[in-house]
């Protein structure tokens, strides 16, 4: 599930991952900025398979990402006694550039983007896990990647929330880092537009952040 810290913990972990230098070199970060997201995710059990997924657009520092996954399983039940149960598993994933507009207040947003996928099936059975794989279809197995567009189209249900936060941790002459973050953020419903099928997220947010991040360090 995606939670209410979904703007913070993404966005710390990239700054926490800078360069290191030499040994007791000295090591200065200073980061600010404003993060614009737009998620969603569904599920949906057909009766006879079940299909989960979420799809995610992202503006920072002038940058738009598009993401979009989504995975089926279906069951194949044996036919002979002595038949082992097995289960077909496919799943397309997509990424690449794309744009992001967010409504006044965040009420509406929608993103777009022409992105490259891969996708694979594969089955698997019961006390031999390794029996059947499926075709990949992609660039890790030398075949082709395709192309696949990809739309959001966000309303929001709730109220306008706003969140706001800081933290630190420093060592004297060793090590000091803080930071502080407010964020805006609505959940909402969306439509996800793959190529020409539409699926439906009973669950979306869409919000943006804003940050100031500091470390000096030797380390």
């Not at 069951?75 to 002979?80: A, I, K, N, R």
């Not at 507009?101 to 089955?123: D, M, P």
């Not at 279809?137 to 800081?166: C, E, H, M």
């Not at 439509?191 to 500091?214: C, F, N, Q």
Request: glycine residues 10%; negative net charge; charged residues 20%.
């Amino acid at each position: 599930m995606l939670r209410r810290t979904w703007l913070v913990l993404p966005l710390l972990l990239a700054l926490l991952i800078v360069p290191t230098g030499a040994a007791n070199a000295k090591l200065v970060v200073n980061e600010s900025g404003t993060l614009t997201e737009l998620a969603a995710e569904w599920y949906e059990d057909g009766g006879e398979s079940w299909t989960w997924g979420y799809a995610f657009a992202y503006t920072m520092n002038r940058e738009t990402r598009i993401e979009f996954y989504t995975s089926t399983e279906t069951p194949l039940y044996p036919s002979e006694p002595d038949e082992p149960m097995c289960w077909e598993y496919s799943y397309t994933y997509a990424e690449g550039p794309g744009t992001l507009v967010a409504g006044k207040r965040f009420e509406t947003g929608y993103a777009e983007g022409s992105l490259q996928g891969w996708s694979e099936t594969s089955i698997w059975c019961e006390g031999d896990w390794d029996e059947e794989i499926g075709v990949m279809n992609g660039p890790t197995n030398g075949g082709d990647a395709f192309t696949v567009d990809v739309t959001i189209d966000f309303a929001a249900t709730s109220p306008l929330y706003r969140q706001k936060g800081s933290g630190s941790f420093k060592l004297p002459g060793e090590f000091n880092e803080h930071y502080r973050y407010s964020s805006e953020y609505r959940l909402g419903e969306a439509e996800i537009g793959v190529d020409e099928e539409t699926l439906h997220s009973d669950w979306a947010l869409l919000g943006s952040l804003k940050y100031k991040y500091h470390l000096n360090t030797k380390w």
